[in-house]
């Protein structure tokens, strides 16, 4: 069996990953990580699907534990939706990227958010709120997982003109078992609020708590999966040639970065890796961890709003978990992009090759090299309608998916929420 400790308490005690999941955050305020990482297993070098080789990628990290032989069903069940790779080229340019955002709520965050759903509804014991901050999509994807799942409430705090007006009617637009808060503050603020509510006595919140926030492990281990798919499914078409593949990331809270580079440090008994290549951090102005790569330390700093509002982050959660494993900077690059590049980079894809991308999108292709092609893959985190106030007015109309429509036609609305731990207790047990 695998064992889960807390960053702040390595030598345990250890957790079964159905308790990881449970908890969320450890009452010790650290974040849960695997005590070891477990051996990757080489039938994933065999398999061709996204969803087998997330199976076989995911389950040492399940061995042994209650979970276990539900695995396949919670895979199945939480990625029906593929993470495509798609090529655009024109005007001489050839860009890659790794489409994640064709799960219901049009951001990467469905595949973490599912999955984790699927997981904690196959262990629930009691009524359970689900209590979440969001930068603009975590709050939907998590609220879109967990809709009308009998057992479950959802709790979203959003900072209130601080998301796209998609993004707020999104969030705004669930009803029945979930409420959303929109909190006169920052995505830091929410996410302190959060956890001064997890650290709180069971009595003065009322309700059994859970995570969904991306320092949930059950959001971050399956995150690892459309690395090892699309570095895996490049591999076989380079002609038996070893060929590793480099991804840049759009990157706030690190969740999704840190997911990759947890693929990238699995071994098999024999040595053998995922063939992921250089990881690329791409931050929008808020750059702590730009910093951070730069001269291994960094202080958390206010939060800058900017247009990829979603990575709008001074504080970066899983930064904890990233020092937990590496004492030196990682292995990796990272690289902060500005509102004007994210403007202009939108522009740029745009007229070169007619493919409109989201603002978070933007800054990882603004981050790579630009002299010749860049080899490597784009993570395109969110769908560009998401943030039609910024792309429409660069690349005219951009056409809505289904799931994405259907919530910007119901009616939405957040009640507001001072942005202190006190009133968010007083909101949870009212
Ligand atoms: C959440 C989000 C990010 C940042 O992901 P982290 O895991 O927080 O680093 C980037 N792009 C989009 C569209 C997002 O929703």
Redesign the pocket.
């Known amino acids: 069996m695998i064992a889960f400790v807390s960053t702040r308490a390595p030598d345990g005690p250890p957790l079964a990953l159905s308790a990881a999941l449970a908890q969320g955050l450890a009452p010790d305020g650290g974040l849960y990580v695997p005590q070891e990482f477990p051996r990757l297993d080489p039938g994933i070098f065999e398999e061709t699907s996204l969803v087998g080789r997330a199976v076989r990628l995911l389950a040492p990290f399940f061995a042994g534990d209650r979970l276990e032989a539900e695995l396949p069903a919670i895979v199945a069940a939480a990625f029906p939706f593929g993470a495509p790779l798609r090529t655009v080229s024109g005007a001489g340019r050839t860009y890659r990227f790794l489409e994640l ?1 064709h799960g219901p709520t049009a ?3 469905d595949f973490g958010a599912r999955f984790l759903a699927e997981c904690l509804s196959r262990n629930l014991e009691e009524e359970t709120t689900i209590l979440v901050a969001t ?4 709050g939907a ?1 998590v609220a879109g997982a967990f809709h009308g799942r009998p057992g479950f409430r959802v709790v979203i705090l959003y900072p209130d003109g601080r998301v796209s007006p998609r993004q707020a009617h999104q969030l705004g637009a669930f009803g029945g078992n979930v409420e959303t808060f929109r909190v006169a503050g920052t995505f830091d603020d929410c996410q302190a609020m959060v956890k001064a509510a997890f650290q709180a006595p069971r009595a003065r919140t009322g309700r059994k708590l859970a995570s969904a926030n ?1 320092i949930s492990l059950g959001r971050l281990l399956p ?1 690892m999966t459309y690395y090892a798919d699309a570095a895996l499914s490049r591999a076989a078409l380079a002609d038996g040639q070893a060929r590793e593949t480099s991804f840049v ?11 990759a580079w947890m693929a990238r440090a699995l071994s098999t008994a024999n040595g053998r890796r995922l063939p992921i290549g250089g990881l690329t ?1 791409a931050t929008n102005a808020n750059r702590m961890l730009v910093d951070y790569v730069a001269t291994g330390e960094a202080a958390p700093a206010a939060t800058i709003a900017t247009l ?1 509002n ?2 709008d ?1 001074g504080a ?1 959660s ?1 930064l904890e978990r990233l020092r937990h494993f590496a004492s030196d900077r990682a292995g990796i690059a990272a690289v902060s992009v500005n509102d004007a590049t994210i403007a202009k980079t939108i522009a740029r894809v745009f007229q070169e090759t007619g493919y409109a991308i ?4 933007a ?1 990882a292709v603004a981050a790579a090299p630009r002299d010749g092609d860049f080899d490597g893959v784009f993570v395109a ?2 769908h560009p309608a ?1 943030f039609d106030t910024i792309v429409t007015p660069i690349c005219g109309p951009i056409a809505v998916p289904p799931g994405l429509a259907e919530l910007l036609a119901r009616d939405a609305s957040a009640e507001p929420l001072a942005a202190t731990p006190e009133a968010l207790l007083d909101a949870l047990r009212g």
């Open positions: 955002f951001a990467f965050k930068s603009g999509d975590t994807a991306s995150q990331i759009p990157t706030g809270n690190l969740g999704n970065a840190f997911a951090l990829a979603a990575m982050v970066p899983n989201c603002p978070h999108t800054c985190t969110a998401k």
